[in-house]
């Protein structure tokens, strides 16, 4: 069985809205489609643990702002690599606009907004399929709407290979999940905001020398490891026992060697 097939479905992306308790939180998902057309429904799978999921099934209400061409990488970081139970993530973030629905579609990186209200769901586990009738749709832009291979080549930064960053900063890296912190010092209660890992698990990336990097070896020489499902990817030997993907929570089975 080749799993690089999953490689082969094309998704597009979205920043899915949804508000509870006086609440508005929101997040990126690559699996909105519509499933039929009379009656005009969408689906959307929806990782439990987050919390986008829990004020969905508890407002039966979403809308899902289509992600462009013209999105940047702070979307993503902000609606994709924390999670609303940690931080208020409209906190400051002006581009987005309250709909008769009473929730935030964003505005600026998207094209359009859909929203839906859940007739059905299915349980998938560790995700929820929530089946909704669309109630109110607008065209944003005219861009083109980013397909998760384009946000794979164009808007996610590609690590960089010195232990600087551009203009000279010092980059430390999570040895769990990878993320990258860039600053002299790295503070001593920093918990990394991807996998909740502590400083102690950060290391100073170093390396000032440019290097061909063999194919599923990362700089350090460890084993590359990618999410089949998002695409993230984690360096190590061997996968930890009971490692789940901490983007889109899918389990060890998930990964594959690069
Ligand atoms: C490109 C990309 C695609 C993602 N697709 C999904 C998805 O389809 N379903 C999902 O539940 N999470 C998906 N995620 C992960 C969530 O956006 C992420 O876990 C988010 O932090 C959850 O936030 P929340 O707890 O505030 O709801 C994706 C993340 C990225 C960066």
């Not at 429904?41 to 899902?64: Q, Y």
């Not at 964003?106 to 094209?111: D, F, P």
């Amino acid at each position: 069985m080749d799993k690089r097939a999953m490689y082969k479905i094309s998704y597009g992306l979205y920043v899915v809205t949804s508000a509870a308790g006086g609440r508005d939180n929101g997040c990126i998902t690559n699996t909105l489609m519509q499933v039929s057309s009379e009656p005009n429904r969408v689906s959307i799978t929806v990782n439990k643990a987050n919390l986008t999921h829990d004020m969905i099934a508890e407002s039966g209400i979403f809308t899902a702002s289509v992600i462009s061409t013209e999105a940047d990488f702070s979307l993503f970081k902000r609606f994709g690599f924390q999670s609303g139970r940690d931080a208020d993530k409209f906190a400051g973030f002006t581009a987005c606009k309250r709909l008769p629905n009473g929730l935030l579609a964003v505005t600026e990186g998207t094209n359009a907004c859909i929203s839906g209200k859940v007739v059905q769901t299915v349980d998938l586990g560790t995700h929820t399929m929530f089946i909704a009738d669309v109630t109110d749709m607008e065209v944003i832009s005219g861009a083109q709407s980013a397909t998760y291979e384009y946000y794979q080549s164009n808007i996610k930064p590609k690590p960089e290979a010195v232990g600087k960053t551009s203009d000279g900063q010092t980059i430390w890296r999570c040895v769990i999940c990878g993320y990258e912190y860039v600053g002299e010092e790295l503070p001593e209660d920093f918990i990394c905001p991807i996998c909740k890992h502590p400083a102690s698990d950060f290391e100073k990336v170093t390396g000032a020398k440019e290097e061909v990097v063999p194919v599923g070896k990362s700089d350090s020489g460890k084993i590359v490891w990618k999410c089949i499902i998002c695409g993230y990817e984690f360096e190590a030997d061997e996968l930890p026992e009971g490692f789940t993907c901490p983007i889109c929570g899918v389990d060890s089975s998930n990964f594959e060697k690069v």
